[in-house]
């Protein structure tokens, strides 16, 4: 089955860049996604990227995916204290619903 | 704008007792599903649903029950309350509709406590 991992924890000094890697299984998902969780709220879509692309660029994200090693990166350009939080990975099924998350990745951001 | 509205925020049962986990959407989404989150395990996918009178197991299912009968509700019933179902649960919604990236758009979550 789908599996996506990824590591739990992150922490970068205010203004430098952070990388969140995120590997998965299924190379036939459609779309990968990062979410962001603030604490005590649920989850909202970051950014989202295409299987047919291999890079997006939205203002400081930067979403990078190499299909051949099934690997998803995203990386925030100088990451500022309101960037803390928890950051998902996560893919859809090609063809259905249903969407499988990371464990996350909980950004410590240091000022 | 509600978009995906659960109730309750929080919850504290006893071992044994049984409850239902609200949950609505009001962005006419065909699908809807069940998640809950520990610490380190991320989401873990309990049930779904792609529309009215249609349910299927996730991840997780044991010890849960769906139904949905309008467009609208999902509810998530834990019949018997054991410890190990101590979680925060998340209700999300997507759609399938031409211009859709797929997005699932989230309740705030329910908190649950079994003692």
């Known amino acids: 089955g789908e599996d996506v991992e990824q590591s739990l924890f992150l922490s970068v000094r205010e203004g430098d860049s952070s990388v969140i890697n995120c590997t998965y299984t299924?190379?036939?998902?459609?779309?990968l996604y990062w979410y962001k969780q603030e604490p005590g709220a649920g989850l909202q879509l970051l950014t989202y990227?295409?299987?047919?692309?291999d890079m997006k660029q939205d203002q400081r994200l930067t979403v990078l995916l190499n299909k051949k090693d099934k690997h998803l990166s995203l990386r925030i350009a100088d990451t500022q204290t309101g960037d803390s939080a928890i950051y998902f990975c996560?893919?859809?099924?090609?063809?259905?619903?249903?969407?499988?998350f990371g464990a996350g990745t909980r950004l410590f951001v240091k000022a | 704008n509600a978009g995906v509205t659960q109730t309750p925020k929080f919850q504290v049962l006893k071992t044994g007792q049984s409850m239902t986990l609200q949950c609505a959407q009001d962005?006419?989404?065909?699908?809807m599903s069940w998640y809950r989150q520990d610490p380190g395990m991320g989401l873990r996918l309990i049930h779904y649903?792609?529309?009215?009178?249609?349910?299927d197991q996730g991840e997780v299912p044991n010890g849960y029950n769906v139904s949905r009968s309008t467009t609208e509700d999902f509810p998530l019933r834990l019949l018997s309350a054991a410890p190990s179902q101590t979680s925060v649960y998340f209700c999300?919604?997507?759609?399938?509709?031409?211009?859709?990236?797929?997005?699932?758009?989230f309740g705030e979550g329910s908190r649950l406590t079994v003692l």
């Open positions: 999300a919604s997507s759609s399938e509709r031409a211009r859709d990236t797929g997005e699932l758009f």
């Open positions: 299924d190379s036939s998902s459609t779309y």
């Open positions: 990227i295409f299987s047919n692309m």
């Open positions: 996560a893919e859809r099924e090609t063809g259905g619903f249903k969407t499988i």
């Open positions: 962005m006419n989404h065909e699908y």
């Open positions: 649903s792609v529309g009215a009178g249609i349910t």
